[in-house]
């Protein structure tokens, strides 16, 4: 069984930026692809970004490329989603992802946290 607890959501202006975390509590963090989704109000969660189990490996939604930079520290057991040039359209709960296959981008996940609230006001 694999927890995943996200920190960092908060209200920021358009144009600002946040750094999301996502810590795993297990001991074989290291061999999990990781990702990030998002759902906003009357909206279907979508995928945002993920990395491999050594973060050499990332992909992104088109929405968010060149904005949005997917991380992680195994030796911490923890996943980033830096966001910059925040936009309206970015508000959401994002949500983290964790698929145990550690070579893939395109993670199907078997466990999900709970959420974070980013609001971005214009």
């Known amino acids: 069984q694999v927890q995943l607890v996200e920190s960092g959501g908060e209200l920021v202006q358009a144009g600002g930026s946040l750094r999301l975390s996502c810590t795993a509590s297990?001991?074989?963090?290291?061999?999990?692809?990781m990702g990030w989704f998002r759902q906003a109000p009357g909206k279907e969660r979508e995928f945002v970004a993920a990395?491999?189990?050594?973060?050499?490996?990332?992909r992104y939604a088109d929405s968010v490329k060149g904005r949005f930079t997917i991380s992680r520290d195994n030796a911490k057991n923890t996943v980033y989603l830096q966001m910059n040039s925040l936009k309206p359209e970015d508000t959401a709960v994002y949500y983290c992802?964790?698929?145990?296959?550690?070579?893939?981008?395109?993670?199907?996940?078997?466990?999900w946290g709970q959420g974070t609230q980013v609001t971005v006001s214009s």
């Open positions: 297990v001991r074989t963090f290291s061999t999990y692809s």
């Open positions: 990395l491999n189990w050594s973060g050499g490996n990332t």
């Open positions: 992802a964790a698929d145990p296959r550690p070579y893939t981008t395109t993670i199907n996940p078997s466990y």
